[in-house]
C-alpha cells in the first residue's frame, strides 16, 4: 500500500526523529530555529547520497575535478558576487506581535500566486493589494507593515577586534561556489584540465531564512552538492542541454520516481543568465525546487576579475583564441536530497496480524546495510556465533547487531531505517553452520551457508 500524502510530511518528520535520522538541534534547550542535526543513521544516509553525487559528478568525470574550498573567505568576494548588495528576501513584520515572515509565505497562506521567482517589487506589489486579508500565523492580527528586503548573509566578527559583525564582518558562505569561481585560476594552473572543464564540491552554507518552513527543506545552514563548468561561450547552450540531461538521469539513478520530478523554467532571468531551470520533487507539501541548473554567462569570472584585479581569461592552446570562460551549473541541497529520499522510500504494508512502516531505500543509500542477530539473547552460543558473523561483516559493510527484545521488533525496527537484510543466527546454525537471511522488501527468508555470506552480500549489495 503506497503511502496516504496528506499527513506524510509528519509521519516522516516523526520517524526521522524516533529513529535517529534527522533532530531538532540544541533541543534540551528549546531549538534553534531552522537548523537541524543529522542523527546516526541520518548522517549514514546524507554520507552516501554525498559519496554518490560525487561518484556521478567527480569519480565517473574525466573533466571535472574536486575542490573543498574555505567557508570564510575575503569580503570581497561577497561584493563581487552581488550578495551584499542584492541576496535578499522579502521581509514583513506583524506589528502587533513582531513576528517576521516572508511576504511570499504570506500571501501562499492565503492561495495569491507568489513564488520564490518574482521580483521582491512584484511580491511587495501583490502583498500591498492583498495586506487586509492576511493574518498573523503568531498571533492572529491583521496588521502588517509594509514589506522590505532583509539581506541573507550571515555576518560574523571573525577577525574583526569590535566584536561587532556589522563593521567589517566576515561573512559566512552564502554559497559554496563562490569559492570555486575564486580558485578557477588555482586549479587551471596546477592540474592538467582544459576548457570544458568543471569543479565541483560540497560544503556548508549559511543563509538568515527570515522563517523556520517545511523541516530540513529551508534551513540556516546547509549542505550544498555544487558544480561549475567552465566553458566556450559558444559551446554554453549544448553543454548546457548535456548538463540538464545528466542531471535529470542522475535522480532516476538515485532512486527517485520519474513521476516525482519536473522541470520549472524560470520565466524571469537575472540580467547576466542565459537560460535557468530548476528540477523540482513532489515532497510531501507539494512540488519544491530540489536542484538548480543554471547558464550564468561571464558573468561570475568577469565580476571576480574586476575586484580582484586579476586576468581570468583563458587562451586556447591551439587557436589561441582568448575569452573569459562562460559558467553552466548545477546546484543542489544535501538536505532537500535526504528529505526526497526519505519522501521515496516510506512505506506503510500490510502485514500479516498488523502493519508495518519500511523505508524502502535503494540499497546503496541504505544506512544499515545488514543487520545480525542471535534468535535468543540468553543463549551465549548464537550470541558468540552472531556476533563472529557481525565481526567479519562489518569489515565491509555497515552493519548493526541487535539481540534486543524479540526477533519480530528487531525485524520492525531495522524496517523502519530501512536496512536491506537481517541475518539470523538460530540452533540451526549451530548444527550445520548455516543463518537465515531476511529480505527488508520480500519479506523472505532463505537459509544459506555462513561460508556463503559474505559473497550473497557482494553479489546483492
Ligand atoms: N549557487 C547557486 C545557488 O546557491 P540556490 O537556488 O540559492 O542557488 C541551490 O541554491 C540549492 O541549494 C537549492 O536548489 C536547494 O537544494 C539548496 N538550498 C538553497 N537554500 C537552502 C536552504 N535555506 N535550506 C536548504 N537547502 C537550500
Known amino acids: 500500500m503506497k503511502k496516504e500524502k496528506n499527513d506524510l510530511m509528519e509521519k516522516i ?195 538568515n531564512e527570515i522563517t523556520a518552513r517545511q523541516f530540513i527543506f529551508r534551513t540556516r545552514e546547509f549542505e550544498q552538492m555544487e558544480m561549475q563548468y567552465f566553458l566556450d561561450p559558444e559551446d554554453e547552450m549544448k553543454e548546457y542541454e548535456k548538463l540538464k540531461k545528466a542531471r535529470w538521469d542522475y535522480y532516476l539513478k538515485l532512486g527517485l520516481n520519474e513521476k516525482n520530478l519536473k522541470w520549472h523554467k524560470h520565466e524571469k532571468l537575472v540580467f547576466y543568465a542565459k537560460a535557468a531551470y530548476d528540477i523540482e520533487y513532489r515532497f510531501p507539501f507539494g512540488f519544491g525546487e530540489l536542484e538548480g541548473v543554471h547558464a550564468r554567462g561571464d558573468y561570475d569570472l568577469s565580476q571576480h576579475a574586476k575586484f580582484s584585479g586579476k586576468d581570468l581569461s583563458y587562451t586556447e592552446p591551439k587557436t589561441g583564441k582568448k575569452f573569459i570562460p562562460h559558467i553552466i551549473e548545477s546546484s543542489v541541497g544535501v538536505g532537500r ?49 552472531a556476533q563472529e558473523i557481525f565481526n567479519d561483516l562489518k569489515e565491509d559493510f555497515m552493519c548493526e547487531f541487535d539481540d534486543n527484545g524479540n526477533i519480530g521488533k528487531r525485524y520492525r525496527r531495522q524496517d523502519e531505517i530501512g536496512t536491506p537484510y537481517c541475518v539470523t543466527v538460530d540452533f540451526d546454525t549451530l548444527e550445520e553452520d548455516t543463518a537465515t537471511i531476511r529480505d527488508r522488501d520480500t519479506m523472505e527468508q532463505k537459509r544459506i551457508k555462513i561460508t556463503d555470506l559474505k559473497r550473497f552480500f557482494v553479489n546483492n549489495l
Open 13 to 207: 518528520v516523526s520517524l526521522a526523529k524516533r529513529r535517529g535520522f534527522v533532530y531538532l538541534s540544541s533541543e534540551i534547550y528549546g531549538g534553534f530555529a531552522s537548523i537541524y542535526d543529522y542523527g546516526p543513521y541520518g548522517v549514514e544516509l546524507a554520507n552516501n547520497i554525498k559519496d554518490f553525487w560525487w561518484k556521478e559528478m567527480v569519480q565517473l568525470r574525466e573533466d571535472i575535478v574536486g575542490l573543498d574550498s574555505a567557508i570564510f573567505m575575503n569580503p570581497r568576494i561577497w561584493e563581487a558576487s552581488g550578495h551584499v548588495a542584492g541576496f535578499s528576501d522579502p521581509l514583513t513584520e506583524c506589528k502587533n506581535c513582531h513576528a517576521r515572515f516572508r511576504m511570499d509565505h504570506l500571501l501562499e497562506e492565503i492561495k495569491v500566486q507568489a513564488d520564490e521567482k518574482m521580483t521582491e517589487d512584484e511580491i511587495n506589489k501583490i502583498f500591498k493589494e492583498n495586506i487586509e486579508k492576511i493574518a498573523c500565523p503568531s498571533c492572529g492580527k491583521k496588521d502588517f507593515a509594509e514589506g522590505r528586503k532583509f539581506n541573507l548573509l550571515v555576518k560574523s566578527n571573525l577577525g574583526n577586534i569590535t566584536d561587532n559583525p556589522s563593521e567589517n564582518p566576515a561573512y559566512l558562505r552564502g554559497e559554496t561556489c563562490q569559492g570555486i569561481y575564486v580558485n578557477f585560476k588555482n586549479v587551471l594552473d596546477s592540474v592538467r584540465v582544459k576548457i570544458p572543464f568543471g569543479i565541483a564540491q560540497i560544503g556548508k552554507a549559511f543563509r
Open 337 to 385: 536530497t535526504v528529505l526526497a529520499v526519505l519522501t521515496e522510500a516510506y512505506m506503510e504494508e500490510k502485514i500479516d496480524g498488523g502493519e508495518r512502516v519500511v523505508m524502502k531505500f535503494p540499497k546503496n543509500l541504505a544506512p544499515i546495510k545488514i543487520a545480525v542477530f542471535p534468535l535468543l539473547r540468553n543463549k551465549p552460543e548464537l550470541v558468540k556465533y
